[in-house]
Nanobody
Framework: QVQLVESGGGLVQAGGSLRLSCAAI????????MGWYRQAPGKQRELLAA???????NYADSVKGRCTISTDNTKNTVYLQMNSLNAEDTAVYYC?????????????????WGQGTQVTVSS
């Protein structure tokens, strides 16, 4: 079984910065890709940034130039550094990962979600 544990959300003033973290915990064989999504009230969940095991990244236009996704492979952790935050960034942020893990009695690849962390930007 694999869990994604997020941290780093909170309240920040407009123009400020936050760094979100997401640690993958469990019987992990490999992590193929990790990403960050967000969902604002009344809106659909949207992909913000993703990174592959090879280090390739892609960003949504809404955060390009303001956010950086990175990983620490020794800790099975993905980060999202967010700068120049504004009120439109207020949302619940979710970590997502495609992970190959031991799910007794087999090894299988699944898509996992974190529990979500609230980011609120005050103007």
């Amino acid at each position: 079984q694999v869990q994604l544990v997020e941290s780093g959300g909170g309240l920040v003033q407009a123009g400020g910065s936050l760094r979100l973290s997401c640690a993958a915990i469990g019987s992990i064989v490999s992590i193929n890709a990790m990403g960050w999504y967000r969902q604002a009230p009344g809106k659909q969940r949207e992909l913000l940034a993703a990174i592959t095991s090879g280090g390739s990244t892609n960003y949504a236009d809404s955060v390009k130039g303001r956010c950086t996704i990175s990983t620490d492979n020794t800790k099975n952790t993905v980060y999202l550094q967010m700068n120049s935050l504004n009120a439109e960034d207020t949302a619940v942020y979710y970590c997502n990962a495609e992970i190959t893990a031991v799910v007794v009695p087999i090894i299988r690849t699944d898509n996992y979600w974190g529990q979500g962390t609230q980011v609120t930007v005050s103007s």
